[in-house]
C-alpha cells in the first residue's frame, strides 16, 4: 500500500514532465514569428529623416546609421557606378554637386510648370529638370544613362532607410509608417506612397508630423490627461518648412476600450518656404558676397556650382555655431582656384539677412488660431519642435507673438515625430498591443463634389446649373466615409472631384499648390440599371468616398439604388418553423445572400444638403414664392442628403393604428379615432391588412465607374514595375560592389597576416622549410598579383584566388590549432577521469542492502573509464613520437568525444541516485505490537505521521506558464509570446524527501 502511495505521485510527475517536454520540442518547432513582427518609422523631413523601430525586446528606439549617428541627411550620390546615401552623398556634394541629390520632397506631385520647381532649380543650378511628357512632371537628367524621377530618388532613399532599420534590429522589417507634412495635398501624399510602392515597403499609415509630435507628447503623459480640455500649440520650424499645430487632450470614453486618451487636431497654420534652408541660403549668397568683395579673383565665385556647394556647407555650420555665439570666423580653404576665403560674419548680420522671414513667424500662430476659431488665451503651451526653433531670433519673435512667459523646451526637437510614428506603427501592427491612445487628425484642405445639370427655367426653357457639394469641410477628421446621393439622373453622367474654397492660402502658397481639380468620374450603366428594375422605385445614384488614415481621398464605389414592396408570407405553424430550423441546422437551408441585397453600412456617413445658388435667387423672388419653394425641395433630391423617407417617418410615428406616439395628442383625438375605426368597412380593413404584410426591400446595382485624374496622373503598373526593376537593379550592383569589397579585403588580409604568422614562434615549430618555402612563395605571387590586377579583378576571381591560398595552408593551420587545444581538452578529460574513478569506488562500499546500482551498471562505467584511460595513454604515446611538422594522431575532437562518453554514463547513475527510491527497512519483531495492530485491523506501515509533505504528496502544482512581455515605453507587450516552463514548480515534494534519504544514506 506503501509503494502504491509513492509511486502515484512519481508516475503523474513523470507524465507532468513528459507534457512539458513535448511542449517545449513543439514551441521549438514553431515558426520564429519574432524574426518578421519588427516595425519601423521614417520621420521623412526635407533635408534630414530620422529612423525609429519597435521589436520585441526592444521598446521604441532610434535606429543608428552606418556612422553610429541618429539622423540621417535625404541625399543619394549617383555617380557612374557608384551609389551613395547620407553623409556620404553630402560629403561628394562639395567636390561633384551635380551628382548629389536632395531636399526631393519639394518636387513631389508637381508638374514641370509649377513655381516649386522653377525655385528648386535656382536654389540647385548644377541639376538639369525636364518635363516627363507622361505625366507633365519632372526627372532629373545629368547624364545620359542617368535619368531617374524625383519618387524614383526618395525611394531610393526609403529603401535606405529601411536596410538602417533592418541592420539595426537584425531582423527584416516591411511595415512602416512614414510622416508627411500636414500641408501635402492629395497629389503630393500619392507620391510618397508611390515612392514607397517603389521601395518595397508596406506603408501602414502616412501620418502629418505635427500629428506625430502631438502623440508622442501625449502618450510620455498619459496620466496627466483627464475629461478636462487641454490646448497645446506645437510650433514646428525645419529645414524647409514651419507648421503650427493647436492640439487638444482630454479623455473620451468609446465603446470598445471604454475611457481612453485622445488627442484632436483643432488647427493648422503652415508656410511652405520658411524654415532653416532658406537662412541657409541667405548666409550662402551674403559669403559669396564677401568673397567676391575680396577681389582674391577675377571670376564671380556665385557662377561656380562646386564653390557655391561649399559656401552652403559653410552656411550650415555657422547658422548652427551663431545660435550660440555673437560673432564667429567662416572660412573655406580652397574655395575657388587654390584660393582660401574667411570673413567673420556676426549674429547681428544674419538676423539683418533673415528679417522678412523672421516677420513671417507669427503668421503661421495667426492662421492656426484662425482655422481652430481660438484664441491665445485658450492656449496653455507653447512648445517648440524642429531644429530651426534653436535660432535665438525665431523664439524671440516666437514669445512675443503668442504672449507667453515662456516657451515650452520638454519634447526632443529632433525625434518627437520619429517616436510617435513609430508608436504609431506598433498600435497598427498586429504584432504588437499598446494601450490605445485616440488620434483625430483633420484634413487641411476642403473637398467638393461639383456636378451640372439640366434646370427648367419660369419661362420653360432649360438650361445648365453648375452644383456643387462640400464632400469634407476645411479642417473636416478622418479617417472618415461619406455617401452623397444623385437623386435626379436615370442615365449615364459624370461628376467631378475638387478642391474647395481654398482663399486661407496666399497667392504663393496657391502657385504651389498645384492643380485646384482632382478626379472626374465618369459613369456607366445607370440606364440599364433603370430598364432593369423599372418596377422598383429608385432611390439614387450613390457614391461611397473614403479619406483613409493616411490622409488619401479614395472613391470606393458607386451604385444605384431602388427599393421594391415585397409580400409577407403567411403566417408559419410551429411545426414548420420547427422543421426550418431543424433543417438549417443540418445545412437544409439555402446559404445563397439575397441577389442585390445592400448591407446598410455603419462607419459611413450621408453628406448633409447645402443651399445653391439657385435656391438663394429663388429666396429673393417673392412673386412665385410657393411655386419656387417647390423647385427647391426638387432641387434639394440632387443634394447629398441624410433625410429620413418621408413615408418611412410615418410609418414610425404613427404605427398601425394610426397614432401618434404623442399621449396628450391621442388623448384628445380619442374619440374621433374610435369613431372612424367603428365606421371602417371590410374593404378598408383588407387594405390595411395588406399595407401591413408588405415590406420594403432595397436593391443595389454597381455602376461602372471611370477616373480621370486632373492633378497629377498616376504612373502605370508598368511604370511602378520599371522602376520597382530599376531601384532594384541598384540594390543588386550595391550589394555586389560590396560583396567584391569583403571578399578583396579579405584576400588582402589573409596574404599579409599569413606572411607575419610564417615567422611567429608558433608556427615556426610546426612547418617544416619545404612548406613554409612553398606557402611563402606562393603569397609572394599572390601579393604581386594584387598590385597588378587583384583591384581590377572580378568577385569571382577573387574569391578562388582566396580558397586557393586557404586550400594551401589549411594543413598548417589544422596543426597550429590542435596543438592551442590539448592543454585544456586533455586537461578536463583527467578530471573526469579522476572525478569518475571516485564516484566508482564510492558507489562499490555502499552496503549491499542499500545498494541502488546494479552490478552490469558499475561494470559498464568501469569499463569506459579503464579504456578511456588506456586510450588516453597510448594516443599521447603515439603522438610523442610523431614529428611535429605531421598531422597529429592525439585530434581535439576524440579527446571531445571520449569526455562526452564518460560524462553520459556518470550523469545516468547520477541521475539514479538522485530519483531512486530507499529501500524499506525490515519491521521490528515485537509481539505486542503486532497483536495491537491486527487489533485496529491496520497494518504497521500504514501508520505514519501526518506532515505536511504527506498529505500534498498526491497533489502536483500545475504548470506555470511565463508569458514574455515587450514593452513599448511602459505601454505596450507583444502579441506573440512564448512559454517558460518552470521546472522547479513542477518537482513534487514526495520527490525532494527522497532526494534527502539518498543523499543521507551515501
Known amino acids: 500500500m506503501r509503494s502504491r502511495r509513492v509511486l502515484g505521485p512519481m508516475v503523474q510527475m513523470g507524465r507532468m514532465m513528459t507534457v512539458c517536454a513535448l511542449m517545449c520540442l513543439v514551441l521549438a518547432l514553431l515558426p520564429s514569428h519574432t524574426a518578421s513582427v519588427a516595425v519601423m518609422s521614417v520621420d521623412l523631413g526635407s533635408e534630414w529623416m530620422k529612423i525609429a523601430i519597435v521589436k520585441p525586446g526592444v521598446p521604441m528606439e532610434i535606429a543608428l546609421n552606418k556612422e553610429s549617428r541618429r539622423k540621417t541627411p535625404v541625399a543619394v550620390c549617383l555617380k557612374e557606378n557608384e551609389r551613395l546615401f547620407g553623409d556620404g552623398a553630402l560629403g561628394v556634394s562639395v567636390k561633384n554637386p551635380k551628382f548629389v541629390y536632395r531636399h526631393l520632397q519639394s518636387l513631389l506631385g508637381k508638374k514641370h510648370d509649377n513655381l516649386q520647381v522653377a525655385l528648386y532649380q535656382k536654389h540647385f543650378p548644377e541639376h538639369q529638370l525636364l518635363k516627363e511628357e507622361d505625366r507633365g512632371t519632372v526627372y532629373f537628367k545629368d547624364l545620359e544613362e542617368m535619368q531617374y524621377t524625383p519618387e524614383e530618388l526618395l525611394g531610393m532613399v526609403l529603401n535606405y532607410s529601411c536596410s538602417l532599420a533592418q541592420d539595426f534590429a537584425e531582423q527584416p522589417i516591411k511595415d512602416a509608417v512614414i510622416t508627411v507634412p500636414a500641408f501635402f495635398n492629395q497629389a503630393e501624399r500619392r507620391a510618397v506612397l508611390q515612392a514607397a510602392q517603389m521601395a518595397g515597403l508596406k506603408v501602414l499609415q502616412l501620418i502629418n508630423d505635427n500629428t506625430a509630435v502631438a502623440l508622442n507628447y501625449g502618450v510620455f503623459r498619459r496620466k496627466d490627461i483627464n475629461s478636462t480640455a487641454q490646448n497645446v500649440m506645437f510650433f514646428d520650424m525645419g529645414s524647409g518648412s514651419t507648421v503650427a499645430t493647436i492640439v487638444t487632450y482630454q479623455t473620451v470614453k468609446t465603446k470598445e476600450a471604454g475611457v481612453q486618451p485622445q ?110 476659431e481660438m484664441s491665445l488665451d485658450e492656449i496653455e503651451q507653447v512648445i517648440l519642435v524642429g531644429g530651426a526653433t534653436r535660432v535665438p531670433k525665431v523664439q524671440e519673435v516666437l514669445l512675443k507673438a503668442v504672449g507667453k512667459e515662456e516657451l515650452g523646451k520638454n519634447i526632443n526637437a529632433d525625434e518627437a515625430a520619429a517616436m510617435g510614428a513609430v508608436y504609431q506603427a506598433a498600435a497598427l501592427s498586429k504584432a504588437f498591443k499598446v ?23 419660369e419661362d420653360g426653357s432649360k438650361s445648365l446649373k453648375h452644383n456643387k457639394r462640400i464632400l469634407f469641410q476645411r479642417m473636416a477628421p478622418y479617417p472618415q466615409r461619406k455617401v452623397i446621393t444623385f437623386n435626379r439622373y436615370t442615365d449615364d453622367f459624370a461628376f467631378y472631384i ?107 456617413e450621408e453628406v448633409p444638403p447645402e443651399p445653391g445658388k439657385e435656391q438663394e435667387e429663388q429666396g429673393k423672388k417673392e412673386e412665385a414664392g410657393q411655386e419656387e419653394n417647390q423647385e427647391v425641395n426638387r432641387e434639394a433630391e440632387d443634394q447629398p442628403s441624410d433625410a429620413p423617407d418621408t413615408d418611412k417617418e410615418k410609418v414610425e410615428q404613427h404605427g398601425a393604428n394610426g397614432k401618434s ?59 511602378i514595375n520599371t522602376s520597382k526593376k530599376k531601384l532594384q537593379d541598384l540594390t543588386d550592383r550595391d550589394l555586389e560592389k560590396h560583396e567584391r569589397e569583403k571578399t578583396l579585403n579579405s584576400l588582402e588580409a589573409f596574404i599579409f597576416e599569413t606572411q607575419d604568422k610564417l615567422y611567429q614562434d608558433e608556427f615556426q615549430a610546426l612547418v617544416s622549410e619545404e612548406e613554409k618555402e612553398e606557402i611563402s612563395a606562393k603569397l609572394s605571387q599572390a601579393s604581386e598579383w594584387m598590385d597588378e590586377d587583384g583591384y581590377s579583378a572580378a568577385t569571382k576571381e577573387l574569391r578562388e584566388k582566396l580558397s586557393e591560398l586557404k586550400k594551401l595552408c589549411k594543413a598548417m593551420f589544422f596543426r597550429v590549432e590542435e596543438r592551442r587545444k590539448w592543454p585544456d581538452r586533455l586537461a578536463s578529460l583527467e578530471s573526469m ?43 599521447v604515446a ?63 506501515e500504514k501508520v505514519i505521521p501526518q506532515t505536511e509533505e504527506s498529505t500534498k504528496e498526491s497533489v502536483v502544482p500545475p504548470v506555470e506558464e511565463t508569458p514574455t512581455k515587450e514593452t513599448i515605453g511602459q505601454d505596450a507587450e507583444p502579441t506573440i509570446q512564448s512559454q517558460i516552463l518552470d521546472e522547479t514548480s513542477t518537482e513534487a515534494p514526495e520527490k525532494k524527501r527522497l532526494e534527502n534519504h539518498i543523499e543521507d544514506e551515501l
Not at 568501469?862 to 584511460?869: D, S
Not at 519491521?923 to 503486532?930: I, V, Y
Open 878 to 940: 603515439q603522438q610523442d613520437k610523431r614529428s611535429p611538422t605531421e598531422r597529429p594522431v592525439l585530434l581535439s575532437k576524440d579527446i571531445e568525444s571520449k569526455l562526452a562518453l564518460l560524462d553520459r554514463e556518470v550523469n545516468y547513475l547520477l541521475n539514479k541516485a538522485k530519483f531512486a527510491k530507499p529501500k524499506a527497512k525490515p519491521k521490528p519483531k515485537n509481539s505486542t505490537n503486532s497483536e495491537g495492530s491486527k487489533a485496529n485491523g491496520t497494518a504497521e
Open 263 to 372: 488627442l484632436q487636431i483643432r488647427g493648422v497654420g503652415f508656410d511652405r518656404s520658411l524654415g532653416g534652408f532658406e537662412m541657409e541660403l541667405r548666409l550662402r549668397d551674403h559669403l559669396a558676397k564677401l568673397f567676391n568683395e575680396q577681389k582674391k579673383s577675377k571670376k564671380d565665385v556665385r557662377e561656380n556650382h562646386r564653390a557655391m556647394a561649399k559656401l552652403l556647407k559653410e552656411a550650415q555650420r555657422l547658422k548652427t555655431v551663431l545660435s550660440a555665439n555673437a560673432e564667429f570666423m567662416a572660412q573655406v580653404e580652397g574655395l575657388m582656384d587654390d584660393i582660401d576665403f574667411k570673413s567673420k560674419v556676426t549674429r547681428v548680420e544674419f538676423e539683418a539677412l533673415c528679417t522678412d522671414l523672421f516677420e513671417r513667424v507669427p503668421h503661421t500662430v495667426q492662421d492656426a488660431l484662425s482655422s481652430a
Open 498 to 604: 475638387n478642391y474647395g474654397d481654398l482663399s486661407f492660402l496666399g497667392q504663393e502658397d496657391l502657385s504651389v499648390f498645384g492643380s485646384l481639380n482632382l478626379t472626374t468620374v465618369k459613369l456607366s450603366g445607370v440606364g440599364s440599371s433603370f430598364h432593369k428594375h423599372g418596377d422598383a422605385e429608385p432611390k439614387g445614384i450613390k457614391a461611397h468616398f473614403n479619406m483613409d488614415e493616411s490622409g488619401v481621398l479614395l472613391l470606393d464605389r458607386v451604385e444605384s439604388v431602388f427599393e421594391t414592396i415585397m409580400e409577407d408570407k403567411e403566417e408559419e405553424s410551429t411545426l414548420t418553423k420547427l422543421g426550418n430550423t431543424i433543417s438549417s441546422l443540418f445545412g437544409g437551408g439555402t446559404s445563397e445572400p439575397n441577389a442585390n441585397i445592400t448591407e446598410p453600412v455603419q462607419d459611413e
Open 833 to 875: 577521469l579522476n572525478t569518475s574513478s571516485y564516484f566508482l569506488r564510492s558507489a562499490k562500499l555502499i552496503p549491499e542492502d542499500d545498494q541502488i546500482f546494479s552490478e552490469v551498471e558499475l561494470k559498464t562505467l568501469e569499463k569506459v573509464i579503464n579504456e578511456t584511460t588506456t586510450w588516453k595513454n597510448a594516443t
Open 661 to 719: 406616439g404623442d399621449p396628450q395628442q391621442d388623448e384628445k383625438e380619442g374619440g374621433k379615432t374610435e369613431t372612424k375605426e367603428e365606421e371602417k368597412t371590410a374593404e378598408e380593413e383588407a387594405a390595411e391588412k395588406k399595407v401591413k404584410s408588405q415590406k420594403k426591400a432595397k436593391i443595389s446595382e454597381e455602376i461602372t465607374v471611370e477616373l480621370l485624374v486632373n492633378d497629377i496622373v498616376n504612373p502605370t503598373l508598368d511604370q
Open 435 to 457: 494601450k490605445p491612445f485616440l488620434v483625430r487628425d483633420v484634413a487641411v484642405f476642403p473637398i467638393q463634389v461639383e456636378f451640372t445639370r439640366e434646370s427648367k427655367e
